[in-house]
């Protein structure tokens, strides 16, 4: 089974999924990702997922349930790179993948973190 890597970029954590996404490896992922979170204390997670063409019901419901997660051990997490057809996509499925914040690119998600950052730090 493929591992999803995730990178430490300062005191952020990037995933950039660049492999199909099955049941199994969003599972792991999450897992990973919760370990990692919590050794690196990252306050923020970028899930860069350019390269998904397609999602289903539970790999949508598995972005959700990651970003719930990663509040909980207090790191916001942001969504980069959604494809118009995957939009499309979750909409159809009737997702809204609530308590997701997403952005077009790389670059704007660590924007937002970064100005999320300053606004909880009083800046």
């Known amino acids: 089974m493929d591992r999803v890597p995730i990178l430490k970029i300062g005191d952020l954590l990037l995933v950039s999924i660049q492999i199909d996404l099955q049941d199994q490896t969003v599972m792991v992922l999450?897992?990973?990702?919760?370990?990692?979170i919590v050794k690196t204390g990252a306050r923020g997670v970028i899930i860069d997922i350019t390269a998904v063409e397609i999602v289903d019901?539970?790999?949508?419901?598995?972005?959700?349930?990651?970003?719930?997660?990663?509040?909980?051990?207090?790191?916001?997490?942001v969504v980069v790179g959604m494809r118009p057809a995957v939009a499309i996509t979750l909409v159809e499925l009737g997702l809204s993948l609530g308590g997701v914040r997403t952005a077009l690119d790389l670059e704007k998600g660590m924007q937002l973190l970064s100005r999320t950052a300053q606004s909880t730090d009083g800046s």
């Open 30 to 36: 999450q897992e990973d990702l919760a370990d990692r």
């Open 57 to 77: 019901s539970f790999i949508g419901r598995m972005f959700s349930t990651i970003a719930s997660m990663s509040r909980l051990l207090d790191a916001e997490t």
